[in-house]
């Protein structure tokens, strides 16, 4: 079965730096579109960034020049670069998968495979 296994969350203060990974199993990573969501205590999930098969990018406006997402296909894993991170980044970071030709979508229902997530927890 398809498994998603998020790693690298942890406490940080503001300004410092943090990379999230996600290797994938059960699935032919390279037909994948992978992307990062998370979600704070009372609000909803929120898409924070995708990539497509090799260097296609979306991010959402309020992680843009400060996050930055990648892949290796040859290790089925994701990144997620976080540099000057905020306190308002503090969220459980969840780690997403659905088929390439579907696109680079932005809803968390575009997405039928999911990690347990990690927290990121930051401090001003």
């Known amino acids: 079965q398809v498994q998603l296994v998020e790693s690298g969350g942890g406490s940080a203060q503001a300004g410092d730096s943090l990379r999230l990974s996600c290797v994938a199993s059960?699935?032919?990573?390279?037909?994948?579109?992978m992307a990062w969501f998370r979600q704070a205590p009372g609000l909803e999930r929120e898409f924070v960034a995708g990539i497509s098969r090799y260097t296609t990018t979306r991010y959402a406006d309020s992680v843009k020049g400060r996050f930055t997402i990648s892949r290796d296909n040859t290790k089925n894993t994701v990144y997620l670069q976080m540099d000057s991170l905020k306190p308002e980044d503090t969220a459980v970071y969840y780690c997403a998968a659905r088929p390439l030709n579907l696109g680079l979508g932005a809803r968390p229902s575009n997405y039928g495979y999911w990690g347990q997530g990690t927290q990121v927890t930051v401090s001003s």
């Open positions: 059960g699935l032919n990573f390279s037909y994948y579109v």
